[in-house]
């Protein structure tokens, strides 16, 4: 678990590192976006079931296309439920969802945590920006995870948007357009 953990921090460097000198390169392929969650959902696997995470999942019977970069996709997953579980506070239930709307597929990542005061999420895809959290317990990380999901959901012509109630938690969702 802590191997994995250091490994997807390195990561979220070394890409936010390419970012910043424009180097970094999508390999885009045609991806079923749910095989790419359930990839990442087994990477995080032994961490969910350490820490007592209840996941709930919700895919359709059918698979969802999108033309993506399945590793950097993979990350923005690994991104998303890591940062769910380390704002999660009491709760420990975790949903996440894949779907389509129209041309769009929808992916969503949602927690009953802490959730994020209004005036923070503007900042959140800033680098290095983190969410003051008072007197609470310190979490750990680099800050750089939120901005390199909307790097690479921006290089894949998508969107994210966040919803989040202090006290209640919070859901991002991904929109992608369907391959």
Same mark, same amino acid.
């Given at each position: ?52 995470? $209840? ?8 698979? *969802?296309?999108? %033309? #993506?970069?399945?590793? !950097?996709? &993979?990350? +923005? ?21 894949? $779907? ?8 969503? *990542?949602?927690? %009953? #945590?802490?959730?994020? !005061?209004? &005036?923070? +999420? ?34 894949? %012509? #998508? ?21």
């Amino acid at each position: 678990s802590e191997s994995g953990r250091l490994t997807r921090l390195l990561n979220n460097v070394l890409d936010f590192a390419r970012i910043e000198k424009g180097t970094q390169r999508f390999n885009m392929t045609h991806v079923d976006l749910q095989s790419v969650v359930g990839t990442s959902l087994d990477a995080l696997s032994h961490a969910i079931t350490a820490d007592g995470f $209840r996941l709930e999942t919700d895919f359709p019977s059918e698979p *969802v296309e999108v %033309d #993506g970069d399945p590793d !950097a996709l &993979e990350q +923005v997953v690994l991104n998303l439920v890591s940062n769910a579980m380390k704002y999660s506070g009491e709760s420990r239930d975790i949903r996440v969802s894949v $779907r389509r709307n129209g041309t769009r597929a929808l992916l969503a *990542v949602a927690d %009953d #945590g802490i959730g994020i !005061a209004p &005036e923070d +999420v503007p900042h959140l895809f800033e680098p290095y920006y983190r969410v003051r959290r008072g007197t609470g317990p310190k979490i750990s990380g680099t800050g750089l995870g939120l901005s390199i999901v909307k790097h690479t959901v921006d290089a894949h %012509d #998508g969107t994210v948007s966040v919803e989040s109630t202090p006290g209640e938690g919070t859901s991002i969702t991904i929109s992608l357009p369907l391959a």
